[in-house]
């Protein structure tokens, strides 16, 4: 895959740079006020967010994840409280025009809280969530127009007319959008701290492909 972050083998206590092991060259590293910790939840392993200042940026998305193309997103993870929208990972862009942000998200909401991506082609869980336990989630998308999300290994939610332009750069410079966990990307390429995830993420992986 292109990311590939895992906290398996990873000392407890503040991590301030994630190892990404897939092929995108470059690592996820934290602001220097919200430094992720590794903390073991209900005897697994994970990189515990708090919600308020913790997240991580990574490489620029390659352009094999942006525009209309394939891609899934997959993450085994722990929230302990369910909200409206958290995010678990993400690359693009808030803002319109519709369908060019592309966040993977853990909330309630019925219309966004799996799937930010802006606008219609937006998804939600469908009620198939589950909070205060070890979960597995993913997302794929067909890079034509059927989007996918899953529930422990079950269909969640699906779109079949979905329009995808998801954002390769920001409007302040022209610079390549990166992929960022826990948090989302603003137009101009900063990171939005008002919809950090408060979970934790054992594993995290995405693909430029769609995966059944």
């Known amino acids: 895959g292109l990311v590939d972050l895992t906290a398996a083998g990873l000392p407890e206590g ?3 740079t994630w190892e990404n092991q897939g092929m995108v060259e470059g690592d996820f590293v934290a602001p ?12 697994i392993k994970g990189v ?13 998305a390659p352009t094999a994840v942006t525009g209309f193309r394939a891609r899934t997103i997959e993450a085994w993870i722990f929230n302990p409280e369910l909200a409206n929208e958290e995010t678990i990972f993400s690359w693009g862009s808030r803002g319109e025009p519709a ?9 309630t909401n019925p219309t966004f809280g799996a ?7 937006d998804l939600g869980w469908d009620g198939n ?3 205060g336990r070890w979960t597995y989630v993913a997302y794929t998308y067909d890079g034509i127009s059927s989007g996918v999300t899953y529930f422990d290994g079950t269909e969640a939610t699906r779109d079949n007319a979905l329009y995808l332009d998801t954002r390769d750069v920001d409007s302040a410079g022209g610079n390549p959008l990166p992929f960022r966990v826990a948090a989302q990307n603003e137009l101009n390429g900063a990171a ?21």
Request: net charge negative; no cysteine.
């Open 99 to 107: 369908g060019r942000n592309m966040s993977f998200n853990h909330g």
């Open 192 to 212: 939005n701290t008002g919809l950090l995830g408060s979970l934790t993420i054992a594993k995290l992986r995405v693909h430029n492909q769609e995966l059944d």
């Open 115 to 121: 799937v930010g991506h802006w606008g219609a082609p």
């Open 14 to 16: 503040e991590l301030g």
């Open 48 to 60: 515990t967010f708090n919600g308020s200042t913790d997240y991580y940026t990574g490489p620029a």
């Open 32 to 43: 220097a006020e919200g430094v992720p910790s590794v903390t073991t939840v209900d005897g």
């Open 129 to 131: 969530i589950a909070g």
